[in-house]
């Protein structure tokens, strides 16, 4: 785990002395923005319009951020359109690595980078920038023409996916509708902090309380979903939106990681009756599954952070729910 300064790698865990104890999320660099033909006669001419086999993503399955990125992929029929590898679960002192172990193969995603055959995923920064300072993240959106970044934020690359392919693909399914758009942002803001990132503050905290901090109100808002999830099947009404993906590929790693690595222990989600079946329920959606991948969950989580997990033993549980999914 480490970073980039002026284009060189670093090797250096988070510094939380700086904030007492506390795990501060950096703020995405690249944040370029993919354009169809219409939007670009509105906004003038974009610098990364959509074209089919044009743009890369390079994801983590074990990254609940990528996760998101990879999910809208499936959900936009963009399977043809971009092409996507993936790093291995294990981020060490060179941070994220293209490795093609036979024990960390997944079926729907190739490993690797096909592109360049790089070794690490700081060597994709430093294309797009020779003089790069920051963390080296995953999700990247790469534009294989001009050979650059496009975007290394989750939040937005899902938005460009949800319509600048629309006249390519013809799938005109929208996750973020309109007259739904406040609801959603405000909901989205709310379960980032305290939840999509909350199970971070929690876990990477060094004193107790920067981890309660943290923890109480991840529970809280888990608490206000379940009372939402009385009445409705979804978090906007019972329609479908991105602030549920968002959630989604929280949920689905909470039991197996968050709950014991990252000390999320008030509750399981199974113990959230109406958490649990809305959990299935977008789990069972069309093409989802094969989108999770929880031996490079697992692996990645456990065996990465030797600050919280010296022996790198990687449990086995839990068995209880998604049995396709955990065995
Ligand atoms: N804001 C980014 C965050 C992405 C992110 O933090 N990804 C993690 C993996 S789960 C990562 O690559 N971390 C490496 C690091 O922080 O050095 C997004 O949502 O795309």
Known sequence: MGLLIDGKWHDQWYDTKANKGKFVRSEAQFRNWITSETQNEQN????????????????SLACPWAHRTLIFRKLK????IISVSCVHPDMLSNGWEFKEEQDFLDKDVTAGDPLYQSEFAHDIYTRADANYSGRVTVPILWDKK??????????EIIRMFNDAFNHITGNTLD?????????????????????????????????????????????????????????????INNQI?????????????????????????????????????????LYET????????????????YYSHDMINPSRVVPLGPTEIFKDVYL
């Open 44 to 59: 003038a001419q974009s610098n990364f319009p959509a074209e089919k086999g044009r743009y890369h993503l390079y994801v």
């Open 241 to 281: 939106t991105e602030a549920d993906w968002r959630l989604f590929t929280t949920l689905i790693r909470f039991d197996a990681v968050y709950h014991g690595h990252f000390k999320c222990n008030l509750k399981r989600i199974i113990d959230y009756p109406n958490i649990s079946a809305y959990l299935q329920r």
């Open 175 to 235: 996750f973020y509708p309109q007259e739904r758009r406040n609801d959603i942002d405000e909901i989205n803001e709310k379960i980032y902090h305290t939840v999509n990132n909350g199970v971070y503050k929690s876990g990477f905290a060094t004193t107790q309380e920067a981890y309660e901090e943290a923890v109480l109100p991840l529970f809280k808002t888990l608490d206000d979903i379940e009372v939402i999830l009385t009445h409705q099947d979804f978090l």
């Open 286 to 301: 069309k093409g989802i599954k094969e989108t999770v991948n929880l031996t490079h969950i697992k692996r990645h989580y």
């Open 146 to 155: 001009q050979q650059t970044i496009v975007s290394n934020e989750s939040s």
């Open 77 to 80: 029929s963009l399977e043809d």
